[in-house]
């Protein structure tokens, strides 16, 4: 049974639950009105709270983040740790919409459950839902706003991509099938990742607008995550911003170039 939502500050420190039969962390808003929904998807052998720092700040900015742990998660004395790639990641041809297709799935499940409790969902706005995810995370969101169209979620209202493995769809050129507003964050030292997002031709040019792609100057694969400190700070005015644009329609600017920025571009 889902706990109740508590007034005051934001829930820094996160609570673990079990949701439909998923294992999720999740980040309460310091309101007692329903609240913007963030699903949050972790990276290939991550877990819900490698990225806690963004997940804390997003819920003290008035969202709900919900972060489900997908069969490949690291968790302390968990069997993850064991479990080889569906795919190899270099091998973007042999990926198909059935990979990976639990973890759209385990998103779908989680959205559908809380829809069903009375508790959960008298406390999300449903006309106000975003997906984010870091490295196959982001892969996973992406799919999941229309990159594979078997796996489309309707209602989604924007999409954060953090360093995300976009490369089957680059190849399959699926990206045009997103129809939400999509941010991908990238960094100049992210090799393999990166360089695909914003090539001629890369995820960036085939995403449909609206779309901003921003790179920070030296960040790497796991600046997302909470083990470098150092572009946390850039890393949530650029991911509230986006989302406070085109989840909440306000009129936050998300397009000013920070000091540690090396890029930004938005179409």
């Not at 079990?18 to 699903?39: C, K, M, Q, Y």
């Not at 459950?113 to 009375?118: A, C, E, H, Q, T």
């Not at 090539?199 to 790179?215: Q, S």
């Not at 306000?250 to 397009?255: I, K």
Request: net charge positive; aromatic share 10%; hydrophobic share 40%.
């Amino acid at each position: 049974m889902a706990r109740q939502f508590r007034r005051g500050a934001a829930d820094a420190s996160g609570t673990d639950l079990t949701i439909g039969g998923l294992s999720v962390s999740v980040w309460r808003p310091p309101v007692s009105r329903r609240a913007p929904l963030v699903i949050f998807s972790h990276g290939f052998h991550g877990s819900s709270r490698q990225s806690v720092f963004l997940m804390k700040a997003l819920a003290g900015h008035g969202y709900l983040v919900i972060a489900p742990n997908h069969r490949d998660a690291i968790r302390r004395g968990g069997p993850a740790a064991g479990i080889r790639p569906e795919q190899g990641f270099g091998d973007v041809k042999a990926w198909t919409d059935a990979t990976y297709r639990d973890r759209g799935d385990d998103i779908k499940t989680l959205l559908a459950n809380l829809r069903k409790d009375p508790t959960w969902s008298s406390r999300i706005d449903w006309s106000e839902v975003a997906l984010c995810g870091h490295s196959l995370g982001g892969y996973t969101v992406l799919g999941l706003a229309g990159a594979w169209p078997s796996w489309k979620l309707p209602g989604i209202k924007a999409v954060v991509a953090l360093s995300p493995y976009a490369n089957p769809y680059i190849d399959r050129k699926t990206l045009h099938g997103i129809s939400a507003p999509v941010m991908y964050q990238g960094g100049t030292i992210d090799f393999g990742i990166t360089p695909l997002v914003k090539k001629p031709g890369g995820a960036y040019e085939l995403t449909p607008a609206p779309c901003c792609f921003v790179e920070f100057q030296g960040a790497g694969h796991f600046a997302w995550t909470d083990l470098n400190p150092k572009f946390q700070p850039s890393i949530i005015y650029y991911t509230e911003a986006f989302l406070d644009r085109y989840v909440k329609g306000s009129s936050a600017e998300f397009s000013k170039k920070l000091g540690d920025v090396s890029q930004i571009r938005v179409k």
